[in-house]
C-alpha cells in the first residue's frame, strides 16, 4: 500500500491524534491511571496510523488558516473527551456497588487507592473495578471501544460540536443505568444486611447482657465474605453484559 505523505495527510493525522488521544486518555480499560503515560501515548500515536486511512476523507477539505485549523482541533479532542468521558462514567457501577457491599459487610471503612481511577475508595470497589478492567480485556470487549473509536467519525461531525442536549441526555441515561445494574449486584446483600441487623435488634432485646457488637462483626464479616465469593461471578457476568450493551450504542 502506498500512501502519500502530503501537507493535508499530515494535519489530518495529528487531527485524528487529537481525536483518539481525547478518547482513550479518559475511556474504560486504555484509559486506566494505573498504566503508563508512555503506553498511552504510544497507543494513540498507533492507534492514529491505523485510523488515519480509514476516515482521512472525512476530514477533508482541512483548512489551512490557523484559527479554523485550531477550532477544529479543538473540536476533535472535545469530541474524543465527551465519548470516553460518557463510557468511563459505565464503570461507576463497580465503585457504587463496593461501596455498597462494603458498607453492609461492615468494610466502608477499609479503604484502598483504585488503582484504575488513582483515588481512594472502599476496597471492595476498587477490587471491583480493577476486576471489571481484566475482564474487559480477556472477553475482547476492548474491540467494541476501537470499533467505536471509527464509528464516532461516522456519527459525529468533525467540525461540529456534538449537540448538547443529546450528550447531557446521553449521560443521565449512562449515569442511570450504572446506577441500576449498582443495586442489582449489590441486591443479595442489601438483603442479608437487614435481615442480619434485624436478628442482631431481636438478640439484643432478648438477651441484653450479650455484648452484640463484639459477636456480630466478625460474623457480619466472615458470612459476607462467604457470600462475596459465591456470588462473584454472577454478579461480574450481570455487570459485564450491562457493560457490553452500553458500550454497543457507540458503535453502528
Do not use: C
Amino acid at each position: 500500500m502506498v500512501y502519500d505523505i502530503t501537507s493535508q495527510a499530515v494535519l489530518a493525522f495529528i487531527l485524528v491524534l487529537f481525536r483518539v488521544g481525547g478518547m482513550l486518555s479518559v475511556m474504560p480499560a486504555f484509559g486506566e491511571q494505573g498504566m503508563s503515560s508512555r503506553v498511552r501515548i504510544g497507543l494513540a500515536v498507533s492507534m492514529s496510523f491505523v485510523m488515519l486511512p480509514l476516515v482521512e476523507a472525512k476530514l477533508q477539505p482541512i483548512p489551512l488558516e490557523p484559527i479554523p485549523l485550531i477550532a477544529m482541533g479543538i473540536t476533535e479532542a472535545l469530541i474524543g473527551l465527551i465519548i470516553g468521558s460518557i463510557m468511563r462514567l459505565v464503570m461507576m457501577a463497580t465503585q457504587m456497588a463496593g461501596t455498597i457491599i462494603a458498607f453492609q459487610l461492615s468494610l466502608g471503612f477499609v479503604t484502598a487507592v483504585d488503582p484504575t481511577q488513582g483515588t481512594q475508595g472502599a476496597i471492595i470497589g476498587s477490587f471491583l473495578a480493577l476486576l471489571a478492567s481484566v475482564l474487559i480485556f480477556t472477553t475482547g470487549l476492548h474491540h467494541v471501544l476501537i470499533a467505536a473509536i471509527y464509528d464516532s467519525y461516522e456519527i459525529f461531525n468533525p467540525r461540529t460540536l456534538p449537540d448538547i442536549g443529546d450528550t447531557s441526555q446521553l449521560a443521565l441515561n449512562t449515569i442511570t443505568a450504572a446506577f441500576v445494574i449498582s443495586v442489582k449486584m449489590s441486591a443479595p446483600f442489601l438483603v442479608f444486611g437487614l435481615i442480619f441487623y434485624a436478628g442482631l435488634g431481636i438478640i439484643s432485646k432478648l438477651m441484653p447482657q450479650i455484648q452484640i457488637f463484639f459477636v456480630a462483626i466478625p460474623a457480619n464479616i466472615w458470612i459476607g465474605l462467604i457470600m462475596f465469593a459465591l456470588l462473584l461471578q454472577a454478579m461480574m457476568s450481570m455487570y459485564m453484559a450491562h457493560v457490553e450493551d452500553q458500550f454497543i450504542q457507540f458503535t453502528q
